[in-house]
């Protein structure tokens, strides 16, 4: 199936029927509601221990129909299977895609054999090595270089390798065993290794330096700061190599399989981590890229968020299309770019815990479907791709909130919260008006969630803004809303491990979704390189080179030229 050339989507009968639903299309929420006592219940699914209702998204029967009729022509369930078993659905770089193998539990059958390699038990070696590792820094048994336990763990990587790892640390903080504490180091500013490692004690502090091929430019740069970092406050820098390479192996571990670099750097080969080629580095949180979020919460908290994304894959595999959830919701982002004329997503969490998804889901659609042609090499026939963006309520209320109510873009929404805080607090006090004495502020927090989606859907009239006494037109029209517009509401009952497994793989197999329709290979990155390239070819001009500066165009010449009078070189 992967050497064909992928179904055309505006060719089936389902697009065009969509194609014509959408010629003056006009949403109407509130009538829809009024006269389907049932759509609520019918628009609301279960996957795992989320509950997704699609209710006051601008859908109804007939158009859901005709979108799962373009999932059905283009083969998502089909290729969905082709990758689990381990076909090179990633054609452009002829590999698997097997994110999914990353959770399955030990022991499931029949086994998973890909290009003649036993994928579980690959897999289940490196987590027992992560396991066994993690375990000995938890416990106090692996020390640093004068024999203090370690206290601080600095992940350095960046993209998948921070982008993953720094998001669910920050989601299960609750989980975090005391005494420990996990920092993330990405940008090549050096402003950020700087800040991260400014007040910490060499002694108790353990690097992870995750690169997959131990050859990026900013992680071995931020690398190789924080190993002169070490040597400098250990009072290392004048001392004999022997004295250096043990401290850096003390101190230094890696998720990489370059193991003759990762030796070469002074780190030992046997704390060193391995992940494979059929699994992309936005979608590699669940791999050994975690092994800074497993130190810090272990692995019984661990295998949980496992199982929570195999949850999700095993919903996906085998619930039919008309109620499995993360189809549904690609189709409605498909319906919503390609026929509504959306161009950005909006993802708001109502948990401060997960006030980092919105950034990591931004390289796990954005880099997954930002392409301009199909899998095949041929011209992509439609719109690809949305901009994610979000931050968590309430804050994003009183930001950016105004655009997507009352501005003229169409912007879906997908809001998600949970039922049960990690930290329940109550206001003793209160302010005797709107929020009374002992209020649960959770609960408020909460009454903030259902009101935004409430407010989006069904809006505000003019003559419900004149009942309140507003005579003059001018102020009516601005206090006016449309409302139709479309929100997807995520509830689960706690932010658990396994809760946020279900929330990333949700996201992961929409992006898969659409991705089929459009005929893209959601799994390379080829977008990611040219400026990556470049960067390597300019940068002897930024140093100084005037033969390299003068090989520029005359705007980067002009611009760096500008950058050597303002540092005075």
């Known amino acids: 199936m992967t050497e064909s050339a992928p179904v055309d989507p505006t060719s089936t009968d389902g697009w065009k029927k969509l194609a014509g639903i959408a010629d003056g299309f006009t949403p109407d929420l509130r009538g829809w509601f009024d006269s389907d006592p049932g759509r609520a219940e019918r628009y609301t699914f279960q996957a795992a221990d989320l509950t997704v209702d699609l209710s006051k998204g601008l859908v109804d029967d007939e158009i859901l129909g005709a979108l799962l009729q373009v999932a059905k022509d283009t083969g998502v369930a089909e290729r969905f299977e082709a990758m689990l078993a381990g076909e090179h ?27 003649g390699q036993d994928v579980d038990a690959d897999v289940h070696a490196t987590l027992d090595k992560v396991y066994a590792f993690a375990e000995q820094v938890r416990d106090g048994s692996w020390t640093g270089v004068t024999g203090k336990r370690i206290e ?24 975090v065993q005391e005494g420990l504490e996990a920092r993330f180091v990405s940008n090549i500013d050096p402003a950020d290794i700087y800040e991260k490692t400014a007040d910490l004690d060499p002694e108790t502090t353990l690097f992870i330096v995750a690169s997959k091929t131990f050859g990026t430019l900013e992680t ?56 494979w080629d059929w699994v992309g580095g936005r979608y590699s949180v669940d791999s050994a890229i975690g092994t800074s979020v497993v130190i810090a919460i272990g692995k ?31 189709l409605l982002n498909v319906w919503y770019t390609n026929f509504l004329g959306a161009q950005s997503h909006a993802v708001l969490p109502y948990t401060q815990y997960l006030h980092r998804f919105a950034a990591y889901l931004q390289q796990l659609t954005m880099e997954s479907n930002g392409k301009r042609v199909r899998w095949d090499g041929s011209p992509v026939t439609t719109d690809t791709g949305e901009v994610f963006w979000g931050e968590p309520g309430t804050n994003g209320q009183h930001a950016f909130y105004q655009l997507i109510h009352q501005g003229t873009r169409l912007i879906p929404a997908d809001f998600i919260t949970v039922a049960k805080p990690a930290r329940p607090l109550k206001d003793e006090s209160g302010d005797g008006k709107a929020v009374q004495p002992g209020q649960d502020v959770h609960a408020l927090f909460l009454a903030n969630f259902f009101a935004q989606t409430k ?34 509401s995520i509830l689960a009952p706690e932010l658990t491990p396994s809760v946020l497994g279900q929330l990333i793989a949700l996201y992961e197999h929409i992006v898969f979704t659409e991705g089929t329709i459009w005929g893209i290979d959601s799994f390379d ?43 005075g070189e």
């Open 300 to 330: 019984e908290n661990w295998q949980q968020f496992l199982a929570g994304f195999h949850a999700v894959d095993e919903h996906v595999r085998t619930t039919p299309l008309e109620q499995n959830v993360p189809v549904l919701m690609g």
């Open 220 to 275: 071995l740069t931020n690398a190789r700061l924080a190993r002169q970092w070490l040597w400098e406050r250990l009072g290392l820098t004048d001392a004999s190599d022997d004295e250096k390479s043990n401290a850096v192996a003390k101190h230094f571990v890696a998720v990489s399989t370059a193991l003759d670099k990762v030796a070469a750097f002074g780190i030992d080969p046997e704390n060193a981590f391995g992940f």
């Open 455 to 488: 407010a989006l859907a069904f809006g505000k009239t003019a003559d419900e803004v004149r009942a309140e006494g507003t005579t003059d037109e001018g102020i009516v029209a601005a206090r006016t809303f449309t409302g139709n517009k479309p929100s997807t």
């Open 152 to 175: 601080t763990v600095v992940n350095i990587g960046i993209g998948g390798s921070d982008l993953g790892p720094v998001m669910v640390y920050e989601a299960l903080k609750p989980y």
């Open 525 to 567: 990155q080829w977008g990611v390189e040219l400026g990556k390239q470049l960067a390597l070819q300019i940068a002897p001009a930024v140093d100084g080179d005037q033969d390299a500066l003068a090989s520029q165009d005359s705007s980067t010449k002009a611009l760096i030229a500008r950058y050597l009078e303002l540092r």
């Open 89 to 115: 659905i990633n054609v452009t770089e002829d590999r698997a895609v097997l994110h999914t193998a990353l959770r399955r539990p030990k022991g499931i059958e029949p086994a998973l054999v890909v290009d």
